[in-house]
């Protein structure tokens, strides 16, 4: 493998070679002085790399076959920063799930096509054809989720519920089953090599996270210094989501059923709650939010470990070659020298 670099290709992709150089000198750069608070990040690991959100960018960095750093790099302003209504608390919560999914994909996708090159050629641009497959493929691997672990704990919980009648004990059995496939899902996917990469990366995006919140630095030996498990992690979010989905579907059951009488089929009952998934992500945030401002705090400490034990399976400890594309994308969505031009693409 070749000696890693950032590569500077069209502007309209990728930074340029002036702006990547800059962004190889400055590793150890601090951008927050101290009397300043430090601008909130977050990211995900991608195909052979990691993205990175700031404020006012998303950056997303992938280590190419031939060894280089390739950044690619736009401006994004969260809806719920640019309007007082999107941005109350819970409904914030709402925009930040359906962001994150138009930009994980958004990412994901732009990864797979470097992580593939070959022989130093720039991806093509996906065809019609091949972006409609895409899609396709989102909308089959959503309705599997929701077959997988929404229908399939309901149906299964259905007999409890014919039993007792409690809707308490109901959404308490079912969810139970929905994390118990979960984690055998996780498990499964674990079990695979690339996917192990995956999940590398997903430590290396932590460790440089946690890092930067703690030093201001986005620095490899600093990320280095640093535990892979964090507690605004999406994989809490999973886990605290699976959790509040017990308790606000019990209470939403308990006043419907009088109502409307009782669900026909598990696949009733799962029509009439997909309205309410958004409000369910909304609470979650809300969780997950205070559960990073308060990680200090002794109690609560103990109430997130689930969500940082649930990290052991999806993270992995990342080599520093992984650890220096999480700083670069941590890095180039924090340039000061990038400035957003438009808004939300």
Same mark, same amino acid.
């Given at each position: 493998?070749?000696? /890693? ?14 702006? %990547? ?42 280590? %190419? /076959? ?13 809806? &719920? ?28 996708n732009w990864s797979a096509s470097i992580a593939a090159e070959e022989d130093g050629q720039a991806a093509k641009p996906l065809s019609f054809k091949e972006k409609l497959i895409s899609v396709l ?16 704990? #309901? ?11 409690? @809707? ?16 055998? #899902? ?26 930067? =919140?703690? +030093? ?24 605290? +989501?699976?959790v509040i989905v017990i308790f606000l579907f019990a209470i939403l059951d308990s006043i419907l059923v009088p109502l409307i009488g009782e669900f ?10 997909? /309205? ?9 945030? =809300? ?33 520093? &070659? ?12 924090? %340039? /000061?020298?990038? @400035? ?6």
């Open positions: 493998m070749n000696k /890693p670099s950032f590569d500077g290709l069209d502007r309209d992709h990728r930074t340029t070679k002036n702006e %990547n150089s800059q962004l190889a000198e400055s590793h150890s750069r601090n951008f927050q002085s101290k009397d300043k608070k430090k601008p909130a990040v977050g990211g995900q690991a991608v195909i052979e790399g990691v993205m990175m959100r700031s404020p006012f960018a998303v950056a997303t960095a992938v280590r %190419n /076959p031939a060894g280089d750093i390739v950044i690619d790099k736009f401006p994004f302003v969260s809806l &719920s920063k640019k309007s007082k209504f999107w941005g109350l608390p819970i409904l914030r919560g709402a925009v930040a799930l359906g962001e994150a999914m138009y930009l994980g994909v958004k990412t994901l493929t989102m909308i089959f691997a959503f309705g599997a989720g929701m077959g997988i672990f929404m229908y399939i704990p #309901y149906l299964t919980a259905g007999f409890i519920r014919d039993a007792s009648g409690s @809707q308490f004990l109901f959404h308490a059995v079912a969810g139970a089953i929905r994390i118990g496939l979960f984690l055998l #899902y996780l498990y499964l996917i674990s079990l695979w090599s690339e996917i192990r990469r995956v999940f590398e990366y997903h430590g290396a995006e932590h460790k440089s996270i946690f890092a930067f =919140e703690i +030093t201001g630095e986005a620095d490899v030996n600093k990320a280095a210094e640093y535990p892979r498990l964090h507690p605004r992690c999406g994989t809490s979010f999973l886990l605290i +989501t699976a026909s089929s598990p696949l009733h009952r799962l029509a009439i709650h997909l /309205p309410f998934i958004p409000l369910v992500a909304g609470v979650s945030y =809300e969780v997950l939010r205070f559960s990073g401002e308060k990680r200090e705090n002794r109690l609560w400490k103990q109430l997130i470990k689930p969500g940082l034990w649930l990290q052991h399976i999806m993270t992995r400890e990342p080599d520093a &070659s992984q650890l220096e594309v999480a700083v670069a994308a941590l890095e180039s969505s924090l %340039n /000061p020298d990038f @400035q957003p031009k438009a808004d939300v693409e």
